[in-house]
């Protein structure tokens, strides 16, 4: 049976980032051959709750789902046509998704990639690409009272003030830099004792939250570190637990381990599918986890996958970078028969507002049955 894959991520909707209309979006929805057999994908990032300033509470999903009706809507019709299969992935600004009731006319079905890919995928890999960014990999507090990476406090932080231009961040990406290269020179290491990594993690998370300590100071005009205190940041509606605000003073109290957690929780095991020695640092891996967006985007990333799975499509959103590029060409056997492929990575962009309308790249993978699988049929829409 021949099938569709179609995916889109990084809507944004409810956030300040938001596309300023939805017609691109539901006009795309409502375009869809109903006569197709499609898997429409959805990336992560279908909602936000993270774009929104510090003194606001974020509002909660089903409040986000009634004031887009138009969206939500389109996407529900769309899952009740029978050939038409959505799928939603969870993305980093709307992580409690999972607790979200999906269901309405038609049926959306919340997977994870591997899961995905263990069902459907085959030849094509799809996932937000979040697992692997220091700052947004799913993490927590030093003692789990708080369950968001610490990059939600800074993105909530970045939508609180008016910063001038060219100092968004500047600090905390001084910061970054400092240790991407620290990494970087350390690539000819093979291996590193406990205690060497031990300390290699401490300091890396001490020089980032030092930066992001600078730009909260500047960004509030505050001389006095101790009156970060008084800078809270009130949480969303329906919060994991009972706290209605968090102080920054004890955001950088209580993400000293952020980097740490992340290094043996997140990056390693999306490395690595066997058992690995953690004393073995991946150091070019490490140094573009610590910033994504400047370090190229995710086709590094997509380069593990296609180790790991062997897919002929990796599909990431997250960066709000279109790409597509090859990757490699694998040779493999099938009934005797030897043939080449190519391996593509592609980022589906994103459909936040900006000056152009989407920032998009459409993936579009026809997905013959296996003696036809062979050729790859990638069309983009711009």
């Known amino acids: 049976m021949r099938r569709k894959i179609i995916v889109i991520s990084d809507l944004h909707i409810g ?3 938001a596309p300023s209309n939805l017609d691109y979006i ?5 375009n869809l051959n109903p ?5 429409l994908i959805i990336a992560g990032d279908m909602f936000d709750r993270w774009a929104h300033p510090i003194d606001n509470t974020p509002p909660s999903f089903e409040v986000m789902k009634n004031a887009n009706s138009s969206f939500w809507n389109a996407l529900n019709n769309c899952s009740m046509h029978e050939n038409i299969s959505v799928f939603y992935m969870n993305g980093n600004h709307d992580q409690e998704m999972t ?38 990999a799913p993490g927590h507090s030093d003692n789990d009272e708080i369950q968001y990476p610490l990059g939600y406090f800074k993105t909530r932080l970045n939508h609180s003030i008016k910063h001038i231009p060219m100092h968004r961040d500047y600090h905390l990406d001084n910061a970054k830099a400092q240790v991407i290269e620290k990494l970087w ?14 300390e290699l993690l401490s300091s890396i998370s001490e020089i980032l939250l030092q930066g992001l300590k600078k730009d909260i100071l500047y960004a509030f005009g505050l001389h006095d570190e101790f009156l970060l205190r008084g800078i809270y940041c009130n949480m969303p509606e329906n919060y994991y637990n009972l706290f209605d605000k968090v102080s920054y003073e004890y955001v950088l109290e209580n993400y000293r381990g952020f980097v740490d957690r992340f290094y043996y929780h997140q990056l390693l095991p999306s490395l690595f599918s066997e058992s690995y020695d953690p004393l073995i640092v991946p150091w ?21 996958i296609s180790s790991k799975y062997n897919p002929r499509v990796i599909v990431f959103g997250h960066t709000h970078m ?3 590029k090859e990757i490699d060409y694998v040779k493999t056997s099938e009934e005797n028969l030897n043939y080449n492929f190519k391996r593509t990575y592609a980022n589906s962009g994103c459909w936040c507002s900006n000056d152009f309308g989407p920032n998009t790249t459409s993936i579009y993978y026809d997905e013959l049955d296996e003696l036809l699988s062979r050729n790859l049929d990638i069309r983009i829409r711009l």
Do not use: M
Not at 185 to 196: A, H, M, P, R
Not at 287 to 293: C, E, F, G, H, T
């Open 15 to 17: 956030g300040e980032n």
């Open 26 to 30: 539901v006009s795309f929805l409502k």
């Open 35 to 39: 006569k197709e057999h499609t898997n």
């Open 99 to 136: 607790q979200v009731d999906l269901t309405g006319n038609g049926e959306i079905t919340h997977i994870d990639p591997d899961t995905y890919w263990a069902t459907f995928g085959r030849n094509v890999y799809v996932d937000h690409g979040h697992c692997i960014d220091l700052f947004n």
């Open 185 to 198: 020179l350390s690539q000819n290491i093979e291996k590193v004792s406990k205690t060497e990594l031990d």
């Open 284 to 304: 070019k891996a490490f140094s573009k986890s610590i910033d994504v967006i400047r370090t190229g985007g995710l086709g590094w990333f997509a380069e593990v």
């Open 322 to 324: 279109n790409q597509i």
